[in-house]
């Protein structure tokens, strides 16, 4: 195929494109030190240093694990800073407009209104797959960020790859492809596209599959001009020290990492085995991510009744009539939910 000829800089706010970023010392420096009066730190402590503003050794491992280029890499506080700096840096507030397909992710929509950005959200059939024809009768030269959810939260399928070639190509904007929970799927990750579309940023995480949720580190991959504009938007020393620390230690020894992804597949299908024995369970939605989607009988009442057990699944009822998204446990909670349901 013929790489896309669009210029991500037209997409741009004016402002962003003449942009002056902050530099740190530490970034304009790049040879060996171990006298560091260049920051104002205090110099006693443990935690005293600031951390790598451009988390070299992260991008390291995973250029290994991913096959990318460190320049094709973004790390920031968690995904949602990536979403927040895309609408930064291609949506003006007041004037220009993003598009979603729903249901999907709720902080799009938060996103969005704190930027000041009209988010149009395009309704998807029970399949929850996006129709690219749908999509072009809600966009004009306004909107310039399409935002995509794939495994897509709350639903759990995944969007064909051809609906989101159909969609690069036709759409002349800013595409973010969200693969939080990519690492439970068998499909292929979007990353692949990202050579042939410079427009296309693919945001992923290591709080879902890589079980480090309190480290808030989401990642991005992109073309590397398109990287280039997030460091300098991102806030100098965006995620922390401590965070890089500990996230390290895992990426360099991610077995057990696949164990428990393999473990989690495995009671995610013994879960779904069970619920569809219980007769109040009318639809469990695919799923390829570590939670299901399910439609039952009066979702509202049971919603409440495992509350009052003291089991917290997520009600999406005001989304997708009579349905909770519950996440696949450890066999000890699975264990308390299904017996919990048995006796409603």
């Known amino acids: 195929m013929t790489k896309s000829r669009l210029d991500i800089k037209d997409?741009?706010?004016?402002?962003?494109?003449?942009?002056?970023?902050?530099?740190?010392a530490r970034n304009e420096f790049t040879g060996q030190a171990d006298?560091?009066?260049?920051?104002?730190?205090?110099?006693?402590?443990?935690?005293?240093?600031?951390?790598?503003?451009q988390q070299i050794a992260i991008k390291q491992i995973l250029s290994d694990l991913k096959g990318m280029k460190t320049e094709q890499m973004f790390v920031g506080n968690g995904s949602d800073e990536i979403i927040d700096i895309?609408?930064?840096i291609f949506c003006e507030s007041g004037r220009d407009k993003a598009i979603c397909f729903t249901p999907s992710y709720g902080m799009y929509q938060v996103s969005a209104d704190i930027n000041g950005v009209e988010l149009i959200e395009v309704p998807m059939e029970r399949d929850f797959i996006p129709d690219p024809r749908t999509a072009l009768e809600f966009i004009d030269d306004s909107v310039k960020l399409m935002l995509l959810c794939s495994p897509n939260n709350p639903t759990?399928?995944?969007?064909?790859?051809e609906t989101i070639i159909e969609l690069l190509a036709s759409?002349?904007?800013?595409?973010?492809?969200?693969?939080?929970?990519?690492?439970?799927?068998?499909?292929?990750?979007?990353?692949?596209l990202i050579e042939e579309y410079p427009q296309l940023i693919v945001s992923q995480t290591l709080s879902k599959a890589w079980g480090l949720a309190n480290l808030r580190i989401g990642l991005a991959y992109a073309s590397e001009e398109m990287v280039s504009w997030f460091n300098k938007v991102k806030a100098p020393y965006n995620v922390s020290g401590a965070s890089q620390a500990e996230a390290l230690k895992v990426l360099r020894n991610p077995a057990p990492v696949l164990k428990r992804?393999?473990?989690?597949?495995?009671?995610?299908?013994?879960?779904?085995?069970?619920?569809?024995?219980?007769s109040f369970v009318k639809t469990i939605f695919p799923?390829?991510?570590?939670?299901?989607?399910?439609?039952?009988?009066?979702?509202?009442?049971?919603?409440?009744?495992?509350?009052?057990?003291?089991?917290?699944?997520?009600?999406?009822?005001?989304?997708?009539?009579?349905?909770?998204?519950?996440?696949?446990?450890?066999?000890?909670?699975n264990a308390r939910l299904i017996n919990a349901l048995k006796y409603l």
């Open 11 to 24: 997409f741009m706010r004016q402002n962003i494109r003449n942009l002056k970023a902050y530099t740190t």
């Open 261 to 278: 992804i393999d473990q989690i597949l495995k009671d995610k299908q013994r879960l779904i085995k069970t619920l569809n024995e219980l």
């Open 156 to 161: 759990g399928n995944s969007i064909p790859k």
């Open 86 to 88: 895309a609408f930064r």
């Open 35 to 53: 006298v560091f009066l260049d920051a104002n730190e205090n110099p006693y402590g443990d935690l005293n240093r600031y951390p790598d503003p």
């Open 287 to 333: 799923s390829d991510a570590n939670f299901l989607l399910v439609e039952m009988e009066d979702a509202d009442s049971i919603y409440e009744s495992l509350c009052n057990v003291g089991i917290i699944v997520r009600n999406r009822s005001k989304l997708i009539e009579n349905c909770l998204r519950i996440t696949i446990g450890s066999e000890e909670e």
């Open 171 to 192: 759409f002349k904007g800013i595409v973010v492809v969200d693969e939080a929970y990519i690492e439970f799927s068998d499909k292929e990750s979007m990353t692949s």
